[in-house]
């Protein structure tokens, strides 16, 4: 009798996912500052082994049929939050920034996973 094995897929992690969105956004944040961050065209991309990044052009990532998932920020709550600490004055700015990261890497790995899982 023949059997046909199809690989399983693994569940992913979370809580190491995230923090992968986290670094990556942080990163992001640290080189091109948060003003870059925030443009419309932003999306943090899964591919295949989990590995993620941030590009601001989503249509012209090279090796598409790698990618499981693509996220656009301007689609998560905390964007609007992050917009909103950008232009407001505040001596507690770098906390509410920081807080809002990590606002926005907890929406952005809920729809990573989702998305992944369904692809």
Do not use: C, W
């Amino acid at each position: 009798m023949l059997k046909i094995f199809t690989p399983r897929r693994q569940k992913l992690d979370y809580s190491s996912i995230k923090a992968q969105v986290f670094s990556v956004i942080t990163t992001y944040v640290a080189i091109r500052g948060l003003y870059s961050l925030l443009r419309t065209e932003m999306a943090t991309v899964m591919r295949k082994g989990s590995e993620t990044f941030v590009t601001h052009d989503a249509a012209k990532i090279e090796n598409p049929e790698n990618i499981l998932a693509v996220v656009h920020l301007k689609d998560m709550e905390s964007y609007d939050e992050l917009r909103e600490i950008e232009v407001t004055p505040s001596p507690q700015k770098t906390v509410l920034t920081r807080t809002a990261l990590k606002q926005l890497a907890d929406q952005v790995t809920r729809e990573l996973i989702k998305q992944a899982a369904e692809a």
